[in-house]
């Protein structure tokens, strides 16, 4: 994988599949730990100053809820959407 991460696929962690076991920010967090260097996951999961954007963020994710939709017809979905004026086939980039 990039510089500063190890590869899911590796197995020697036994680091959990995010595509399958990440349901809010707090699990990718949790799994960022995991598969960045130390270095990389200090810079990226801290905040400057008085942390107050980091805080805000944290907090802007916690009104955030996923709106399971069981028992609904799923043979035809799409997860197409727009972003920044670019269609896009998936709104999550790994």
Sequence with gaps: GPAGTTSLS?????????RTEC???????????QILSKQLYEYLSSGTGDEQTLRENQLAF???????RVMRP???ISTRTAL????VSMPVFC
């Design 23 to 33: 349901l809010n920010a707090d699990d990718f967090q949790r799994v960022a730990k």
């Design 84 to 87: 920044f004026g670019h269609s």
């Design 62 to 68: 916690k009104r955030w809820f996923l709106r399971p």
């Design 10 to 18: 590796e197995g020697s962690k036994g680091l959990v599949d995010y």
């Design 74 to 76: 799923v043979g035809n």
